[in-house]
């Protein structure tokens, strides 16, 4: 059963490598996924939209830092542990599941491996 964790796009701003300002959106956890259980942690970017200067290339780097030290201790432990965790970032907020063709949003997956976000190609 999917469960979404709704999360206030004003909480405190999460550090990233690249300075630009991150926070929280919502967690949706329990998605099934090809390998088993998959986690969703959203957040708002508003950085990488237009004009915002942040593309893929130093967006990725967030995304991953995010999956190591913000996502990980929010999910190790949890039973089960999720096989895969899906960050995306967004430059404004969008609405799980439905089409926002305006909006600037970048994706990557992960595989926890020795408590490590590993990332894998969709």
């Known amino acids: 059963m999917t469960e979404e964790v709704a999360t206030s796009p004003l909480s405190e701003a999460i550090p990233v490598p690249s300075g630009q300002t991150v926070t929280l959106v ?13 986690v969703r942690f959203r957040f708002l970017a508003p950085a990488i ?9 130093v967006a990725s780097l967030d995304m991953m830092h995010l999956c190591e030290t913000y996502v990980l201790p929010r999910v190790l432990g949890n039973t089960p ?4 965790i899906i960050v995306s970032l967004s430059d404004v907020a969008v609405v799980f ?9 970048f994706f990557e997956a ?6 490590r976000c590993i990332w894998e190609a969709f």
């Open 26 to 38: 919502n967690v949706i956890m329990n998605e099934p996924g090809p390998e088993g259980a998959t």
């Open 110 to 115: 992960y595989r926890i491996e020795e408590d």
């Open 97 to 105: 599941g439905e089409a926002a063709p305006s909006a600037t949003q």
């Open 81 to 84: 542990t999720p096989s895969q």
């Open 49 to 57: 939209g237009p004009g915002g200067g942040i593309g893929f290339d």
